[in-house]
């Protein structure tokens, strides 16, 4: 996602630069349309992995931790969780 949002970035650039050129328009169109995908399955990801986890994340922000350690927590188990269905 990141390589998609840097592309996009550059793509805005060129684009800037040469507002008419239809090949860039093109490409941003490309670019733009890879990281709208890339984000949609992001969230989808997400989603899935809490709504398997929410009686934890629920616990957790009921003892008043602070949201960061919450999200820590969230992106371990759900690396932990990609690496067994990697296997």
Same mark, same amino acid.
């Given at each position: 996602?990141?390589?998609?949002a840097?592309?996009?970035?550059?793509?805005?650039?060129?684009?800037?630069?040469?507002?008419?050129?239809?090949?860039?328009?093109?490409?941003? =169109?490309? &670019? #733009?349309?890879?990281? %709208?995908?890339?984000?949609?399955?992001?969230?989808? @990801?997400?989603?899935?992995? !809490?709504?398997?986890?929410?009686?934890?994340?629920? =616990?957790? &922000? #009921?003892?008043?931790? %602070?949201?960061?350690?919450?999200?820590?927590?969230? @992106?371990?188990?759900?690396i !932990?969780?990609?690496?067994?269905?990697?296997k």
């Amino acid at each position: 996602m990141i390589d998609s949002a840097v592309g996009m970035v550059e793509t805005a650039k060129h684009l800037a630069a040469n507002p008419q050129d239809p090949a860039a328009h093109h490409s941003y =169109s490309a &670019v #733009s349309h890879k990281l %709208s995908e890339n984000i949609k399955t992001l969230l989808t @990801a997400i989603r899935s992995f !809490l709504a398997n986890h929410t009686g934890m994340i629920l =616990s957790i &922000v #009921s003892l008043s931790v %602070s949201p960061f350690v919450v999200l820590h927590v969230v @992106a371990e188990q759900y690396i !932990l969780q990609e690496k067994c269905l990697n296997k």
